[in-house]
Structure formats: C-alpha cells, structure tokens
C-alpha cells in the first residue's frame, strides 16, 4: 500500500475503529481550455491532475451515513431516511449530497432490487487537492464518494451516470449552477492524456498530450485568491449566455458558430454579445487546439491559450489582476501559453513551458507577485493523470 492509501485507512482506522471495506481514490483536474463553456452544451478540454481525494468506506448494516474529513474535526451523521437536500450544509453536503443524489439515481434505476441494497455507509475521507484554488477538489470528493457508494451498493452505474451524480450534488445540494466539465474529467481522466468532452452529446475522447516527448510540462500559479462560485459572477455569467441563446432562438449557444457573429452583434447589446462572442469563439479554440496538439504538437497550442486568456479578460470578464499578471509574467518569462483556468474571479492559471524553463517561469512569476505586493502565488507543476479509481 502506497503511503497515501496507507494514511486513507489509518485515518478511518482512528475514526470508527476497525478497517475500511475498500479505499477509492479521485482527482482534481486542470481545464486546458473550454471554459463556461460546458453548460452551454460546448466544447471544453481537461485533464485529470495527479493531485487526489482518497476515500475509506464501510457498509454498514444500518442506515446511519457518517462522515468524517481529515480537513475538518467532527463526524457528521445523518440517517438515509433523513437525507434532504434542502438542509445539508458546510463541507458534508458534498459527500452527502453525493449521497442523497446516488440513492435517488438508484431508487429511479431499471430495478428495484437496487434500492434495497442500500445501507448506511462510514466514510473517512483524505485529500491533496488544495481547497479553493479552482482545481475541483469538490469534484474529487464528489467523484471518489460516487465511485465507492456505486460499488459498496453494486449499482452498477457508468461514469457518465456517476458525473451527473456529482454535478447533482453540486448544482441541488450546494447550490452552484455548474456544469459537468469537473466530474467528467475527474472521472474520465487518463495518464498523459487530456479529456475532449462534447457537452452537448456527452461524447468524450482522450487525447494523447505528448507533453512529456516533446519535453514540456503544466505548471499552475494558485494566485491564492478567493472564489466562490456560488455567490460570484459565475451564475449571472451563466444567465447571460442563456439569456444571448434565447435572443439568438437557439436552445444553447453551442448551435451557433463564428459564422453566426456579426447576427449576434447586431441583435444583442453590448454586454451579452462579448459574452456570447467569448463562448462561440471559445468552443472553436478548443477543437483548434486539439487538432493543432494531433497534427503539430505540443509546442503548437500556445497561441490558442494565450487567445483564451484575452477572450476571458476582455470578453467574459472573469479575470482578475493577479490571474492577468500571472498569464502576463508566464508569457514574458518564455511559456508556450498561459491562461486563467476554472470558473475565474480568483484561483488559478496555468502555463505551458518547456521543462527547462519551468524554474525561470516559476520563479520570475513569484518575483513578479512580490513587486505588484500580491500574496505570494503557489505555483507547482502538474501532469495528466489517471481518472476515479477503486485502490484496494
Ligand atoms: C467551474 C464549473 C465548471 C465549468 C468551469 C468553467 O469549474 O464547475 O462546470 O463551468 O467553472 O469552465
């Protein structure tokens, strides 16, 4: 056992006593590009980070659910026949919304028979996806609680399905009007590899990044600074797109494409155009990233984040001054690219670098911070790892 599996179950040992049934594991994840653009049925292109939600869990033969995080004191319990949505709150709502979202799939499933399989679960959970910084750590806790109850109540339910479960979660329980993008790569993630996901069909393919061969890496500069999309601009961004769809008569905004541009600048004030104009040319630059990674490689898609970047500065107006200045410094110290990543109004960026830049990048991005008189960044690499898995 892995030293991080081995903490998973000491701390449900010191928990609840005795040893866990088995211990699963999620990641958080990075957006290489495609943002905002999920819940328009667009394009968006993630990868799953080598940064992990770990859980412990038991059955039990009751029906007490108990949650305990090695990030917050206390257990909390509830009884599955108490579990409603409407009151869950603080950290736990995440992995008893999962919990509530999970045996309300089961219940709406193709047998009975599932639903009666469910009981009461212990769950410990550990994690090294750093809180707030815009990587998905409440996608990671979504996704390893997803994947344990599918298991321990033999539900069989596909990835997809366990997406939607978290996004559930997150969308009812906590009250973000998210998309799936998050679930979705942190289910869907694989080693050296970035996730194509359709939104509109839910298709998804993995695409080989190549970043190792071509000797290039992702760092991400955590700027440290908060967001909150439940209480931020992230829901009024999303009622603008909805909003320039419905003044467009299309049903999501991934109908339209750059063709569709000057109609849209001429039916739509000034305000809702740019953020129109941010999606339309956002879901292109995802399939121009792809295809240039396919054709030319790694050291081709720079321009397309850099693009991103402005699109989302200038456009959708979810930057801030640090996420400009860390994009702005990573582009002058050398990166191939550089963009804000996630849902914006604070968290993180990310670079592309060569690897024997990464130091320079790094480093001159931390001075940068310390002129401004900013928080200093955290600034770490990180590499396309393997989606949800069961670890033992
Ligand atoms: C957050 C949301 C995602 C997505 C991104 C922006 O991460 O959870 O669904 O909308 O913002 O791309």
Redesign the pocket.
Known sequence: MNEVLQLGSEYFSGQFGGAPDGLWSAPGRV?LI??????NGGF?FPIAIDKRTTVAARARDDRLLRVTSSSFPGVVEVSLDHLDPDTLTGWAAYPLGVAWATSRAAAGGASGRAASRISGVDLALTSDVPAGA?L?SSAAVECAVALALNDLWELGLDRQELARIGQLA?NRVVG?P?????QSASLLGATDHGILLDCQSLLTETVALGFAGAGVGLLVIDTRTSHS?ADSG?ASRRRSCEDGARRLGVGSLRALGPVDLPRAAAQLDGQTFRRVRHIITENQRVLDTVAALRTSGAGAIGPFLNESHLSMRDDFEISTPELDLAVASAQELGAIGARMT??GFGGAALALVRNDDAGTVAGGIARAFARAGYTAPHIFPVTASEGARREL
């Not at 998210?178 to 998050?182: F, S």
């Open positions: 957006n495609g943002e905002h653009t999920d819940y968006a815009g998905s997150e973000a998210t998309g799936i993008m998050d999309h992230y996630g849902g």
